[in-house]
């Protein structure tokens, strides 16, 4: 089954989602340091956005930044990614710097890209989100139409999943 490659900008309210671009390194750096796993170098970030737009020309899905439109800097991105899913049924994600948290910005950009990602004919998208993750979780509940399928394990916990169908017709 082939789909329709996701446009390459989405507009919401506040922002022009973009892909990721190399000038986008250092703040992403940034992001991925702020998990908590390590710190991610410029040039890591790099490797992973290069990985990205591999993903978007092979797949047409991706990662789309948050640019405020009032041109202050990047706050995060949301994206559809493989991820735990497959090509066909990808998961969607969401990550925020963290001095961009508590505005409702992971929930608009989602919003927009998950209505993309079921443009290209996709019929279900995924979200797998760790039990304590409970900002995440309420993101998902506010875009609503996810029903939470199974719970797996790993070696750092459980990991909830959670399927949201395309729209009928
Ligand atoms: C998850 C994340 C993207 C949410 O971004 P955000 O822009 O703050 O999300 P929104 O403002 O759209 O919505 C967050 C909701 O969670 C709620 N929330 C935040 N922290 C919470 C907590 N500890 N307990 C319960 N609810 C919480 C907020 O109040 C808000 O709900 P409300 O609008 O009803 O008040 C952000 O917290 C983040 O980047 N986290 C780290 C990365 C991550 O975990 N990504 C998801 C991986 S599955």
Known sequence: MTFAP????????????THEE???A????????????????????Q????????????????AYVLRPRDGSPPVGYAAIVIGRGSVAEPELAYELLPDA????Y???????????????????????????NAASLRVLEKLGGFDHVR??????????????DAPAG
Not at 115 to 131: C, Q
């Open 6 to 17: 996701m446009p390459a900008e989405l507009a919401t309210e506040r922002f022009v989602l």
């Open 106 to 132: 992971a929930t608009e950009a989602a919003t927009a890209v998950l209505e993309a990602a079921f443009a290209t004919g996709r019929r279900r998208i995924w979200s797998t989100i760790r039990p304590w």
């Open 26 to 45: 250092a703040w992403l750096a940034e992001l991925f340091t702020a998990r908590g796993g390590g710190t991610v170098t410029e040039a890591d970030a």
């Open 47 to 62: 490797t992973r956005i290069a990985a990205m737009h591999e993903l978007t020309s092979a797949h047409g899905i991706g």
């Open 101 to 104: 948290h508590g505005r409702g």
């Open 22 to 24: 190399l000038d986008d």
């Open 151 to 164: 719970t797996t394990s790993d070696e750092r916990g459980e990991v909830l999943w959670f399927a949201r």
